[in-house]
């Protein structure tokens, strides 16, 4: 199974072209994808509808689109319209359910700050149900994002959209469906603005210092550090240095783990500022 996390940056790549194509043609070989930074009707991108555009380019790819971040955006023909901007997740197999978390949001003074979110999915993956989120947390500072991983973290680990009986069997509220699944067996994909070592990296997966690639049981484990993989997804110039940073993550659930195989980025891939993430899982 191959998994993909990629922040798109909306379809703008490193040469400062806008190709929507390119992201389409990285996508279109993974099992599951995790895309962030996804437009729906902005200027920057002709108020181009990205996820539908996604959608056609994609056939053969189930998607859903979460807008952490929601603005007017009425025409006098379409008074509906909105600009949203948030991630996607993408699969070869039916999304049976999903659902979008917004993220904790500190006020600004400067720089800009906007809303993010969590989208989360339940996939009928070929050998059983998958929990997956396609995230991106704040840019701006540690402690925004540690408080958006703390709310991740309190999600509930078992309840899918609804639970119980239905008492109401007239209204047809399950549509005769039985109990939706939320696995345990969960992965999370996206861009975590942190990077490897960093105080909400360890949040994640624990503190052992003296036992370099511990696993806890209760923790998160690194894909990319589990499969022994070097690599970085982010190029940026600070304070006149070229850095290479790695700020996405693929993390599993402990009993994902044994089935982690292989991580890479494509270092040639132009089409966002940020390079592919992916991480074979058996």
Known sequence: ??????N?????GRDGAYRLDR????VKSADIAALQEVDRHWQRTNDDDQPALLAQMLPDHYMVYGAGFDMDAATPTNKSRRRQFGPMILSRWPILWTRTHLLPLHRMITPLNTQTCALEAVIAAPNGPLR???????HVGV????AQIDLLLSLPATSGPWSGTDDEPSRNWTQSQAEPPCPSSTIWMGDFNMEPGSAEYH???GEAPYHPGALYSDRWVDAV???GARLHTHEKIIAGEQ???QLDHVFVTPDLAPRLRSAHTDADEIASDHLPLWVSLD
């Open 1 to 6: 199974m191959r998994l993909l996390s990629y």
């Open 8 to 12: 798109i940056q909306y379809g703008y």
């Open 23 to 26: 992201v389409a043609h990285v």
């Open 132 to 138: 997956v989120f396609s995230l991106h947390l704040a």
């Open 143 to 146: 402690q925004e994002r540690m």
């Open 203 to 205: 949040r994640l997966v």
């Open 225 to 227: 550090a589990y499969t």
């Open 243 to 245: 850095r290479l940073r």
